[in-house]
């Protein structure tokens, strides 16, 4: 994918926020804005599935137009290993997706399906993937906080792969990129070991308010403005 000739960032989707407004105008300082989820409102992934399309910031996100937008949901995966049945699983994914991408004003929307857990789920999950994907247009993605099979995740048709670079270097793996994107998921600019332009900046997770205070929202947008510059400087 091409985004203009631009270092492009955003972020994983949870904040430390509790006043939605002030959760949206932070997300929209970012070149692709994400929508906010917020856990001490009731954003967290497994509570929000159980009524879809049902998350805080939704209609004042919906309030604003955007170029290119990045909104994510809970996988598969990761709720049929917390026990929800398969076709309830894709379900309900299905309608969480559908509430949000109603009536978004967006040119481009990147869907990211977030399985933190992948690596160790034991069942194939691409055809969940595709079910989901293929129902809305989308540019799609899986997020992954831990280890996983990247070399299956290389190999699926998911376009863009975003993960912990601060922790794990994909680039080892025999089928490493296989011409997709990479959401790089940085500390600092040398964790995006194999930054291409396509590439996407992010940090390594979401900001669980149990790990980040609102005022370390800002450390981490100068963290990844600093980096888009620097890389844009290494590359010309």
Same mark, same amino acid.
């Given at each position: ?20 407004? /002030? =959760? %949206?105008?932070?997300?929209?300082? !970012? ?6 989820? &917020? ?48 076709? /309830? =699983? %894709?379900?309900?994914?299905?309608? !969480? ?6 009536? &978004? ?132």
């Amino acid at each position: 994918m091409y985004w203009g000739g631009v270092y492009m960032f955003t972020q994983i989707g949870s904040l430390p926020h509790v006043n939605i407004k /002030d =959760a %949206v105008e932070y997300s929209r300082r !970012h070149p692709i804005p994400f929508l906010p989820e &917020l856990p001490e409102l009731g954003d967290s992934m497994l509570d929000y599935i159980k009524h879809p399309g049902k998350l805080s910031c939704l209609d004042e996100f919906k309030k604003h137009e955007f170029k290119k937008v990045k909104i994510q949901c809970v996988g598969p995966a990761t709720l049929i290993s917390s026990g929800y049945e398969q076709n /309830d =699983a %894709v379900a309900r994914i299905y309608d !969480h997706v559908s509430a949000i991408v109603d009536g &978004l004003q967006a040119e481009q929307v990147i869907l990211f399906l977030d399985e933190p857990g992948i690596g160790q789920v034991g069942f194939g999950v691409e055809m969940f993937w595709s079910a989901i994907f293929s129902a809305f247009d989308v540019i799609s993605g899986i997020h992954v906080c831990g280890n996983a099979d990247w070399d299956e995740l290389f190999t699926s048709d998911v376009e863009i792969i975003s993960f912990d670079a601060s922790q794990f270097d994909i680039t080892i793996y025999p089928q490493y990129r296989n011409k997709k994107c990479i959401a790089w998921g940085i500390n600092g600019e040398g964790d995006a070991k194999d930054f291409q332009v396509g590439d996407l900046l992010t940090l390594p997770c979401g900001m669980s308010p149990k790990l980040c205070s609102v005022s370390d929202c800002e450390i981490a947008l100068n963290k990844l403005k600093f980096s888009a510059q620097q890389l844009s400087n290494y590359r010309g």
